[in-house]
């Protein structure tokens, strides 16, 4: 397994000639750019990373022991790739048993260490003990014990990461930072997850992460983070703890709103940080939902056609990664008031969306090995845009892309994410209506003829012409065309 940077060969002409249609056509060509993409030897070249946030159950509070051979055969076959332990001791003999069903699937293994002592909630202090608040020997002595569990972990056949912590604030980064730092001594080539509060977080969560709800109202914010807010906090998450890539999560689907917050605005905020620090992020897809109750929790369950729509709004903004929160039943929500469905139950069992998800990732097989080589540059908008789920940034539409003109459709509006794809133009077709049975027929018109692949179901098919036309496309699918 190693740490890869994808980069594109330089072409030798800004232009290249191809015939079609008895005209000479001229492809557009630009320079191509890092994706900064994580390439795995565990997944394989092109792969990329779909992780289930949490692991089978290993029989804790109640619930059955999923860790099977029948659930992680379910798992694979569901277009999941990687593991994410959640909670559970990183040498256990569950976990044991976990890293070998993983190696035995191609699954990648990516337990969770948790703080491991880097820092500690004080409530005494109504704050954290953190790295530096430790004595030299203190430090030595975490380091030490962190550095032996992951030579440890790095001894498992399919070893791919870790999850350090989750949702981390401000005042822990510097923590965190230390905790990379001994883990790039002793596995460099591995995943580093430190996921983020998303933009919707208060200055309180953003300054003491998801502890925050352990203090009282009264602890002291940071100045910083009342000044830089958001955009302070994701460049000091990059600059401070370096992670292998950055992520937020936050879950769309709610009884309140179609789709809640703005999934294209906070990737792109992001993804900037990102790619300014040289990385990528990996977007969380929302894989739970329940009813609603007098708690106020009310996040339902996605359909096929809003699994669809985030797969391709993460897919299309730029992300490199996906994970899906929770992929199994977690005590959190088996013993929570409501009644609530994951694609894989408590008791090892799929659920109509364990389907729509395997459907959603059949789709993108054919076309992830793009993605994975790719820079999202800007979208267009076409067809009826009062039917777009939900609008990109304006500052990133544009009328035109290189060869493509124009999209048309009339039957729902369509967001044409445009990319770099080794300096060729790529377009990441997404029909952008949420509504069941909203299906398009999209066609996307070109400054002259031109030839393309189409990459959709998973498979690959040539067209050519001025026009391209693109049937029958479901509600939240994208569809991926190269020109040239």
């Given at each position: 397994?190693k740490?890869?940077?994808?980069?594109?060969?330089?072409?030798?002409?800004?232009?290249?000639?191809?015939?079609?249609?008895?005209n000479?056509?001229?492809?557009?060509?630009?320079?191509?750019?890092?994706?900064?993409?994580?390439e795995?030897?565990?997944?394989g070249?092109?792969?990329?990373?779909v992780?289930?946030?949490c692991?089978?159950?290993?029989?804790?509070?109640?619930l059955?022991?999923?860790?099977t051979?029948?659930?992680l055969?379910?798992?694979?076959?569901?277009?999941?790739?990687?593991?994410?332990?959640?909670?559970v001791?990183?040498?256990?003999?569950?976990?044991?048993?976990?890293?070998?069903?993983?190696?035995?699937?191609?699954i990648?293994?990516?337990?969770?260490?948790n703080?491991?002592?880097?820092?500690?909630?004080?409530?005494?202090?109504?704050?954290?003990?953190?790295?530096?608040?430790?004595?030299?020997?203190?430090?030595?002595?975490?380091?030490?014990?962190?550095?032996?569990?992951?030579?440890?972990?790095?001894?498992?056949?399919?070893?791919?990461?870790?999850?350090?912590?989750?949702?981390?604030?401000?005042?822990?980064?510097?923590?965190?930072?230390?905790a990379?730092?001994?883990?790039?001594?002793?596995?460099?080539?591995k995943?580093?997850?430190?996921?983020?509060?998303?933009?919707m977080?208060?200055?309180?969560m953003?300054?003491?992460?998801?502890?925050?709800?352990?203090?009282?109202?009264?602890?002291?914010i940071?100045?910083e983070?009342?000044t830089?807010?958001?955009?302070?906090y994701?460049?000091?998450?990059?600059?401070?703890?370096n992670?292998?890539?950055?992520?937020?999560?936050?879950?769309?689907?709610?009884?309140?709103s179609?789709?809640?917050?703005?999934?294209?605005?906070?990737?792109k905020?992001?993804?900037d940080?990102?790619r300014?620090?040289?990385?990528s992020?990996?977007?969380?897809?929302?894989?739970?939902?329940?009813?609603p109750?007098?708690?106020?929790?009310?996040?339902?369950?996605?359909?096929?056609?809003?699994?669809e729509?985030q797969?391709?709004?993460?897919?299309?903004?730029?992300?490199k990664?996906?994970?899906?929160?929770?992929?199994?039943?977690?005590p959190?929500?088996?013993?929570?008031?409501?009644?609530?469905?994951?694609p894989?139950?408590?008791?090892?069992?799929?659920?109509?969306?364990?389907?729509?998800?395997?459907k959603?990732?059949?789709?993108?097989?054919?076309?992830?090995?793009i993605?994975m080589?790719?820079v999202t540059k800007?979208?267009?908008?076409?067809g009826?845009?009062?039917?777009?789920?939900?609008?990109?940034?304006?500052?990133?539409?544009?009328?035109?892309?290189?060869?493509?003109?124009?999209?048309?459709?009339?039957?729902?509006?369509?967001?044409?994410?445009?990319?770099?794809y080794?300096?060729?133009?790529?377009?990441?077709?997404q029909?952008?209506?949420?509504?069941?049975g909203?299906v398009?027929?999209i066609?996307?018109?070109?400054?002259?003829?031109?030839?393309?692949?189409?990459?959709?179901?998973g498979?690959?098919?040539?067209?050519?012409?001025?026009?391209?036309n693109?049937?029958?496309?479901?509600?939240?699918?994208?569809i991926?065309?190269?020109?040239?």
């Amino acid at each position: 397994m190693k740490l890869k940077r994808i980069m594109s060969i330089t072409l030798a002409a800004a232009m290249l000639a191809g015939v079609g249609c008895n005209n000479q056509t001229e492809y557009i060509r630009m320079t191509p750019e890092d994706s900064y993409a994580y390439e795995s030897d565990v997944l394989g070249e092109g792969v990329l990373p779909v992780v289930s946030f949490c692991s089978p159950s290993a029989g804790n509070a109640g619930l059955a022991n999923t860790i099977t051979d029948e659930v992680l055969k379910l798992t694979k076959e569901g277009g999941v790739n990687v593991i994410m332990g959640h909670d559970v001791g990183a040498l256990s003999e569950e976990e044991k048993q976990l890293a070998e069903l993983c190696a035995k699937y191609d699954i990648g293994y990516m337990p969770s260490t948790n703080e491991q002592g880097y820092w500690r909630i004080n409530a005494e202090r109504n704050g954290f003990v953190t790295y530096d608040d430790l004595t030299e020997e203190e430090k030595a002595a975490t380091d030490e014990n962190f550095r032996n569990l992951l030579t440890e972990l790095s001894k498992y056949e399919n070893f791919f990461g870790i999850r350090f912590t989750d949702e981390d604030g401000y005042r822990q980064f510097s923590s965190a930072g230390a905790a990379k730092k001994v883990f790039d001594e002793v596995c460099p080539d591995k995943v580093f997850s430190h996921n983020l509060i998303s933009s919707m977080g208060n200055s309180q969560m953003l300054d003491y992460g998801y502890s925050h709800a352990y203090m009282p109202d009264t602890v002291p914010i940071s100045a910083e983070i009342l000044t830089g807010g958001y955009q302070f906090y994701l460049e000091k998450e990059a600059e401070i703890v370096n992670p292998t890539f950055m992520s937020y999560d936050g879950y769309p689907f709610t009884f309140q709103s179609d789709v809640l917050g703005s999934l294209h605005a906070n990737q792109k905020q992001i993804n900037d940080v990102a790619r300014k620090y040289e990385k990528s992020t990996w977007g969380y897809l929302q894989a739970f939902g329940g009813e609603p109750n007098d708690l106020g929790e009310a996040s339902r369950i996605p359909n096929y056609n809003e699994i669809e729509y985030q797969i391709g709004v993460m897919l299309g903004m730029g992300a490199k990664g996906l994970v899906l929160y929770t992929y199994f039943s977690t005590p959190v929500y088996s013993n929570s008031q409501v009644e609530y469905e994951m694609p894989i139950d408590e008791n090892g069992n799929p659920s109509q969306m364990y389907y729509d998800f395997k459907k959603a990732f059949e789709n993108m097989r054919g076309y992830q090995h793009i993605l994975m080589d790719s820079v999202t540059k800007s979208v267009v908008l076409g067809g009826n845009t009062d039917e777009i789920a939900q609008r990109p940034p304006e500052e990133m539409v544009v009328d035109t892309f290189n060869e493509l003109t124009g999209v048309e459709s009339r039957e729902t509006g369509v967001v044409v994410y445009c990319m770099n794809y080794q300096g060729k133009t790529a377009l990441f077709v997404q029909n952008a209506s949420i509504e069941e049975g909203a299906v398009a027929d999209i066609t996307l018109s070109f400054s002259r003829n031109v030839e393309v692949a189409v990459y959709r179901d998973g498979g690959e098919t040539a067209k050519e012409g001025k026009h391209i036309n693109l049937y029958d496309v479901p509600s939240g699918q994208a569809i991926m065309v190269v020109v040239g």
